[in-house]
């Protein structure tokens, strides 16, 4: 699965108007969103699982500290 296909499955159950940022991870992309002002409401991001676009919600302290750290920034 590609970033912009993560993203495509994302934007049908985003939370704000405006793409904030992406995180690829070994299994799945993070996505999250703010307002037009750069404002992230207080929700957790939504996951897309490369395997099979499956979506939820990404929240950190269910995530071991090994696991985050693989994370990188894409978008």
Known sequence: ???????KIADKD???EKLDQVW??????VVSYCDKDGNA???SSLYV???DGTTGVFFPPRYSKKFLDEGKRVY
């Not at 699965?1 to 993203?7: F, L, P, Q, R, S």
């Not at 690829?24 to 992309?29: A, G, H, L, S």
Request: proline share 9%; hydrophobic share 45%; no cysteine.
């Open 1 to 7: 699965m590609t970033i912009k296909e993560a993203i």
């Open 14 to 16: 985003k939370y704000a």
């Open 24 to 29: 690829e991870y070994p299994d799945r992309f």
């Open 49 to 51: 699982m490369k395997a």
């Open 41 to 43: 409401p207080a929700v």
